[in-house]
């Protein structure tokens, strides 16, 4: 897969700002739920007006290398997951918290704290393949559908995203996943992490990564349970996850192609690249 070589200047960043709450999915999403189903246009639509919302909330990195070495990243795997043509967009929040979320329609946000904790471009690109599979998968529509046919009203608002959470005025992005999104079932965290295998592996890069991810992640939650709440509260994690995880790699290890990327120069560029915009 190609990838983008990394210069040596300095990146820019941007501060926190105050950032207040907005009621994610709005009226948008009502509209929808009125209607016979979910469709693609629908799920796109939802996700760019929310994506609008979020980019106005959250401080983006700006740099324009960084960027495009997350968007290429991204856009490798999609293009071996997505069978719908969705336009996909990658963005980099310019935040020290570890977190990492999908909008319906294609649109990725990864936090910086995130990608200074993957060590290896296959620990990046397995985070990638999860939320790429929530998109896929159709997770969100799928429950805002169920929620259409159950005639749950306006309590949808309250069961798919924070708005009633007392909460909700805390920082946008330490409740990325379910402010704008279904909070999801462990069956789709599950699967997620399933179909992300098979899409990193497509795009030439070892699958080991989600696990190793995933190890990485528990063992940081042992010694500073606070320090990722705001990831563990968008993403249950349980050993049996990694579990799963390690036992799908091992039941198609025969079939794997040779010569699959773990790491290598380029991701290391863009980790350091992002250093000088860590806050004390």
């Keep these: 897969m190609p990838y983008m070589r990394l210069g040596t200047s300095g990146a820019t960043g941007t501060v926190l700002p105050r950032i207040t709450w907005f009621p994610a999915f709005g009226t948008l999403a009502f509209g929808f739920l009125a209607s016979c189903g979910i469709s693609t246009d629908d799920e796109v639509a939802i996700g760019k007006e929310n994506s609008a919302k979020v980019e106005q909330q959250l401080p983006i990195v700006r740099d324009p290398l960084a960027e495009r070495y997350l968007d290429s990243l ?49 620990e990046l690109a397995g985070v990638l393949g999860h939320e790429i599979g929530h998109v896929t998968m159709r997770h969100s529509a799928k429950q805002m559908e169920k929620a259409q046919r159950t005639g749950l009203g306006v309590t949808v608002l309250c069961t798919l995203t924070n708005v009633c959470d007392s909460q909700a005025g805390r920082a946008i992005v330490q409740v990325g996943g379910s402010a704008i999104m279904a909070r999801f079932s462990r069956a789709d965290e599950l699967e ?13 890069l070892d699958p080991d990564g989600i696990p190793s991810m995933f190890r990485r992640l528990m063992e940081e939650r042992d010694r500073s349970p606070d320090v990722l709440d705001s990831f563990f509260g968008t993403h249950p994690l ?30 290391q560029q863009f980790r350091a690249r992002l250093a000088p915009l860590a806050r004390p």
């Design 192 to 204: 997620a992490d399933s179909v992300a295998v098979g899409y990193v592996t497509d795009a030439g």
């Design 74 to 122: 991204g856009q490798a795997i999609a293009a071996r997951a997505d069978r719908r043509g969705l336009t996909w967009r990658f963005r980099l929040v310019d935040s020290d918290e570890v977190n990492a979320f999908a909008l319906p329609g294609g649109f990725v946000y990864v936090n910086r704290g995130l990608v200074v904790r993957a060590a290896t471009v296959s």
């Design 238 to 267: 349980e050993e049996d996850r990694v579990q799963q995880a390690e036992r799908l790699i091992a039941a198609t290890e025969s079939d794997l192609p040779p010569n699959l990327v773990k790491d290598n120069e380029p991701y």
